[in-house]
């Protein structure tokens, strides 16, 4: 059983479209993550949630609208896509907020044309 | 702010040499992570170091933190090809985990 994953993997889509991605975890953390990954490689937190509140918010731009359901769940909605928005979107999870090793899921590769 | 800064950036090593990977980072933390990432695929924990003087070694990988000086280092012994990946440190403050920019390690041959 994957212990962290995300859907879809690979998103191609046109600029001023709105998508999601999904994130689940079965690790029973408290804490899930939002990390955006550049072309660099650079790895930059956008969001965190603990027991579905939110608890960073990484000066994000508000196209991009996170929701946790349940302490299990993260899903990241972007509306308007911009060209800069393409990246690998990792999802991650810790036990609790503040003991950060992190879980990460695969990856969701969003291509914007 | 936290920032957290890894040298080398890109690293190309023979097998079978020693090096080491820097990262420091500019404000007073007591937990700092290590992550290994294949190209094309996820991050993957190697070392949780969460005390100052802490120690940690995993085959070829030893990874230690001074928290005074703000300085983590992970050594690699004797490389083999296997190794060859990018090695994040990641930093943990006020509930916020830093990644560095990364270490690209080609070993080659």
């Known amino acids: 059983d994957t212990a962290v994953s995300q859907t879809p993997k690979y998103l191609v889509t046109q600029m001023g479209n709105d998508k999601s991605i999904k994130c689940e975890q079965n690790l029973g953390h408290d804490t899930m993550y939002w990390y955006k990954q550049d072309s660099k490689k650079f790895l930059k937190i956008m969001f965190s949630?603990?027991?579905?509140?939110?608890?960073i918010n990484e000066t994000v731009p508000n196209r991009f609208s996170p929701k946790s359901p349940d302490k299990a769940h993260l899903n990241l909605h972007i509306n308007s896509l911009e060209l800069g928005d393409s990246a690998v979107y990792f999802c991650?999870?810790?036990?609790?907020?503040?003991?950060?090793?992190?879980?990460f899921g695969e990856g969701s590769r969003l291509t914007v044309l | 702010e936290l920032k957290v800064e890894q040298n080398p950036l890109f690293l190309s090593m023979q097998e079978g040499k020693n090096y080491t990977i820097y990262c420091n980072y500019s404000?007073?933390?007591?937990?700092l992570y290590w992550y290994r990432q294949d190209p094309g695929k996820s991050l993957e924990s190697l070392f949780v170091?969460?005390?100052?003087?802490a120690v940690k070694q995993e085959g070829r990988l030893m990874a230690s933190l001074d928290t005074k000086a703000r300085l983590s280092t992970l050594h690699i012994t004797a490389a083999v090809h296997d190794l060859s990946a990018t090695y994040f440190c990641a930093v943990d403050k006020d509930d916020k985990i830093i990644f560095g920019k990364g270490t690209r390690l080609h070993i080659l041959p």
């Open positions: 949630y603990n027991n579905k509140e939110l608890i």
């Open positions: 170091l969460l005390s100052n003087g």
């Open positions: 404000t007073t933390s007591d937990r």
């Open positions: 991650a999870s810790s036990l609790t907020y503040d003991t950060g090793e992190l879980f």
